[in-house]
């Protein structure tokens, strides 16, 4: 019975910290997005970005804010969203760092940004 309750304990112990051990952050590309998301959720027009209909249902394509200069600038792509947004995003949002990625040689798999 002792041998029994042991064991029980033992495995509880092990699942909880491996559950906390697996628990990971955001990717990069997932902050990405959110952050786009979110761009898009703050505008309050109905043509953020090029890809986006107006309430006709008409493609905003040269009329999104995006497209015109001066005025709101929403983030729409990931190319628009810098490695400095997506730590500011993770500072603010109680995230940690993701974890580089490494190609077969050892190095890190992204050029740092500028």
């Given at each position: 019975?002792?041998?029994?309750?042991?064991?029980?304990?033992?495995?509880?112990?092990?699942?909880?910290?491996?559950?906390?051990?697996?628990?990971?952050?955001?990717?990069?590309?997932?902050?990405?997005?959110?952050?786009?998301r979110?761009?898009?959720?703050?505008?309050?027009?109905?043509?953020?970005?090029?890809?986006?209909?107006?309430?006709?249902?008409?493609?905003?394509?040269?009329?999104?804010?995006?497209s015109?200069?001066?005025?709101?600038?929403?983030?729409?792509y990931?190319?628009?969203?810098?490695?400095?947004?997506?730590?500011?995003?993770?500072?603010?949002?109680?995230?940690k760092?993701?974890?580089?990625?490494?190609?077969?040689?050892?190095?890190?798999?992204?050029?740092?940004?500028?």
């Open positions: 019975m002792k041998m029994r309750l042991a064991m029980i304990c033992l495995l509880l112990g092990v699942g909880t910290a491996w559950g906390q051990t697996a628990k990971s952050g955001k990717s990069d590309a997932e902050i990405k997005q959110e952050i786009i979110e761009s898009i959720a703050g505008y309050s027009g109905s043509c953020p970005c090029p890809y986006n209909r107006d309430r006709a249902g008409r493609s905003c394509g040269r009329r999104s804010a995006y015109r200069p001066g005025g709101a600038s929403p983030v729409c990931e190319d628009d969203v810098t490695t400095k947004m997506v730590s500011s995003y993770r500072a603010s949002h109680g995230e760092q993701a974890p580089a990625t490494r190609t077969s040689n050892g190095k890190p798999s992204a050029r740092p940004e500028r």
